[in-house]
């Protein structure tokens, strides 16, 4: 399916930014928000498949909000920074576990091809009054993974715009994945990881559902 939003020049990722999952992960909360990336090859759209890579073993799921730029911000203002923003759209910051670990950064368990699914469209801003007061879900193979609220963010979508822009010029159709809750695959126990033939859903209020099937690579 065609993606519903423009092929964006960075995606600008938020980790750790749920406190119930800070804990789940036995880190100590952060003090400021933790940046990462993925790369625009990682984008598919709704009803896209999730391909595994073989290269990976443990491919994880993340209910996430996006936030799509609508105009630069470059050292922005909290109170304004909301103001930068066209829409918002679900997200799944899909995860190679073991890759992530191994490498003790994220960049390469975050950006296999496939690994950022978007949809099913993006949101106008004015569609959304607060972004902070959101339900979000993740749904895998009918059952409840991830249920939670933007509202328990820790950093909010206005803190994280502010605190990117005063070192990254943030542009049109930029992505900003403000991270994911409690509940992620790779910290239950016992585990539960994507497979081939999975399906995967993010449901946020107001924004709609997103939903991948899930393929081993061929």
């Not at 800070?22 to 880190?27: D, L, V, Y």
């Not at 391909?51 to 730029?69: F, N, Q, S, T």
């Not at 409840?144 to 994280?160: L, R």
Request: with cysteine; charged share 25%.
């Amino acid at each position: 399916m065609a993606l519903s939003i423009s092929r964006p020049g960075k995606i600008v990722c938020v980790g750790l930014n749920y406190l119930d999952h800070a804990q789940e992960t036995g880190q100590e909360v952060p003090k400021a928000p933790l940046l990462f990336a993925k790369w625009p090859n990682t984008l598919i759209g709704n009803g896209d498949a999730i391909v595994l890579p073989d290269a990976a073993k443990e491919v994880d799921y993340e209910a996430e909000l996006g936030v799509v730029i609508g105009t630069a911000a470059k050292h922005v203002t909290e109170s304004r920074a909301l103001d930068h923003v066209e829409g918002y759209i679900c997200l799944n910051d899909v995860s190679a576990r073991d890759l992530q670990f191994a490498d003790g950064q994220w960049t390469r368990g975050k950006s296999p091809d496939t690994f950022c699914p978007v949809g099913p469209r993006l949101v106008p801003r004015e569609e959304i009054p607060d972004p902070q007061q959101l339900a979000i879900r993740c749904i895998l193979n009918g059952q409840a993974m991830q249920d939670s609220s933007t509202a328990q963010m820790i950093f909010s979508v206005a803190e994280i715009i502010a605190y990117v822009s005063r070192v990254i010029t943030l542009e049109p159709g930029d992505l900003i994945a403000t991270g994911t809750p409690a509940g992620v695959g790779v910290f239950r126990d016992p585990k539960v990881l994507l497979k081939d033939g999975d399906e995967v859903s993010v449901e946020i209020d107001g924004l709609g559902t997103l939903t991948n099937p899930v393929e081993k690579e061929r």
